[in-house]
């Protein structure tokens, strides 16, 4: 588990990891609020070695691929067979809760496992479920580890993000028979906090911006990290209240004051206006503090 800055849903997400994971190895990437503080809490709580805490003291940037090889190369040091994929702000539906790990023991050397992605929407009671992108997809949760797999950014620019699985990983597995009676899978909580999402992409576009300046157009840029937020057609229904089971969703809080304000801020400062011209925005700076 990759953390930053996730006092909001980590004492929800990790404690819900811990359901279905032997141990949980988390690089902490220079939190400022009272993540390192929940991550030692939890694991205190814990038998030694479930709970495995790393530093990634470096703020200024985010890649994604060193510290997701980094977590890989820990886990092997932990002694683990088969590596959970689970974000800071995922939760894996409870119902799964009874069948995850033979899921998981199930998979060959270097396969992947995927379930379906559940957008959870607005709030922490609904998802969203109708014909769009994000209601279609299927996230992956677990690889089985073997010689070759890997995190590595891309060879001709140095790309760092969106590439979940590890690469030379083998065919994805879905747990077809299961989920034909089974309806859940990892229920992803960004879009439950919309304004911590809002400046979350804005900040992603400013960034990839100034790294990456000449890998998408200002179109294409716009166009990728718009899509979360596009709720054309939109349909939502509620949450079955077993897919939260024993989770503790009163401990997150998506009406928290996000630090990807600040984050755009900074950049904005030190780079300039000029440098992010064409960018949607939505409407900031106009409304920065």
């Known amino acids: ?44 709580g814990e038998p030694a070695g479930r709970v495995v805490i790393r530093s ?12 997701r090889q980094l977590l890989l190369e820990l886990a092997r040091e932990a002694g683990a067979t088969h590596l959970a994929l689970v974000d800071a702000d995922e939760v894996l539906t409870a119902n799964f809760l ?50 070759g797999i890997y995190w590595a950014p891309e060879e001709a620019d140095g790309y760092q993000h969106h590439c979940r699985a590890p690469r030379n990983a083998g065919d994805g597995f879905v747990p077809t028979s299961s989920l034909s009676s089974l309806s859940g899978g990892m229920m992803h909580l960004q879009w439950a906090a919309r304004e911590r999402l809002l400046w979350k992409h804005r900040s992603y576009k400013l ?35 077993d897919w939260w089971g024993g989770y503790r969703r009163d401990l997150i809080n998506p009406a928290h004051e996000t630090w990807y304000v600040d984050e755009c801020e900074r950049l904005w400062q030190e780079h300039g206006s000029d440098t992010f011209v064409g960018l949607n925005l939505w409407g900031w700076p106009a409304d920065a503090r």
Not at 114 to 132: A, N
Not at 223 to 233: F, H
Request: with cysteine; hydrophobic share 45%.
């Open 1 to 44: 588990m990759l953390v930053r800055n996730e006092e909001w849903v980590l004492r929800c997400s990790l404690r819900a990891a811990l359901e279905w994971c032997d141990a949980v190895v988390i690089i902490d990437h220079a939190s400022s609020d009272r993540t390192r503080m929940i991550l030692e809490e939890i694991g205190a």
């Open 56 to 67: 990634w003291p470096d703020s200024s940037r985010w890649d994604e691929m060193a510290q």
């Open 98 to 147: 009874p069948h995850v790990r033979k899921w998981i023991a199930a998979l060959t050397p270097g396969q992947i496992l995927d379930v379906p992605l559940v957008p959870v929407w607005q709030d922490l009671d609904h998802y969203r479920d109708d014909g769009s992108e994000w209601c279609r997809q299927f996230v992956t949760i677990a690889v089985a580890d073997c010689d």
């Open 207 to 241: 960034f990839e911006r100034l790294r990456w300046p000449d890998r998408q157009t200002v179109a294409e840029l716009d166009a990728k990290y718009s899509r979360a937020l596009d709720e054309t057609g939109m349909a939502l229904s509620r949450v079955p209240s």
